[in-house]
């Protein structure tokens, strides 16, 4: 009864570095996707994929990757971490024929120094 | 542009004393609105999903409602346990993109 699975949980980084924040569903959702939250901000979205191969840029894209190469798994890479970056990090996902309820995961809190 | 604006930002209300929490919003065409629970510390979690105005959804103390323009989380005698951070999120007609409000905080005091 995993769900949706975010590894790490706590990350700290150097300004310049690159990392790759980890998200695994096993529920066979076609839709997954990656949000920071701000406080204040609420939830912005960062990219989301409709399915293996399929990705397309949210509200909030830049200095952010990702890729789609099997159902279960959508990593977001951070290519240069700047301390703008410093956020709490949240994947969900969903079926997409009917869209009712999103999962999420527990949640990345980065910090970028 | 899509937007959500909720509102209180925050709200402190005594045991047993109900009230609602207002979500508006501007979209195209309006596929579902979502609410979620958000306790600290953790991932928000599924609450109500409306698709049309007039449609009314119930759980325990909260009911939602929705009109064209707004949708309206009731809650009905609150509990401590009932504190948390309430958000509502839309998703337009033909878009995959669900976008969220910054939420309210909710306080609930024995």
């Known amino acids: 009864n995993a769900g949706v699975t975010q590894t790490p949980k706590f990350q700290v980084l150097k300004t310049g570095q690159s990392m790759t924040l980890q998200c695994a569903q096993d529920?066979?959702?076609?839709?997954m996707s990656w949000y920071r939250q701000d406080p204040g901000m609420g939830l912005r979205l960062i990219h989301y994929?409709?399915?293996?191969?399929?990705?397309d840029q949210g509200e909030v894209p830049n200095g952010y990757n990702v890729s789609r190469s099997t159902t279960e798994d959508f990593p977001l890479r951070l290519l240069s971490a700047a301390p703008s970056q410093t956020s709490v990090y949240f994947c969900a996902s969903s079926w997409t024929g009917q869209f009712t309820e999103a999962f999420f995961g527990q949640g990345t809190r980065l910090t970028v120094v | 542009e899509d937007q959500v604006t909720q509102s209180p930002e925050a709200l402190r209300l005594q045991e047993g004393e109900s009230s609602s929490l207002n979500c508006s919003y501007t979209v195209s065409g309006l596929r579902g609105l979502f609410w979620y629970r958000q306790d600290p510390g953790k991932g928000p979690e599924f609450l109500f999903t409306l698709y049309s105005a007039g449609e009314e959804k119930e759980k325990e103390r909260l009911k939602a409602t929705l009109t064209k323009k707004e949708s309206f989380l009731h809650i009905t005698a609150p509990k401590p346990e009932d504190s948390a951070t309430y958000l509502c999120?839309?998703?337009?007609?033909?878009?995959?993109?669900?976008?969220f409000g910054s939420g309210t905080r909710l306080l609930v005091r024995p």
């Open positions: 994929s409709v399915g293996a191969g399929i990705t």
């Open positions: 999120a839309v998703l337009a007609d033909s878009s995959y993109k669900l976008i």
């Open positions: 529920m066979n959702h076609e839709y």
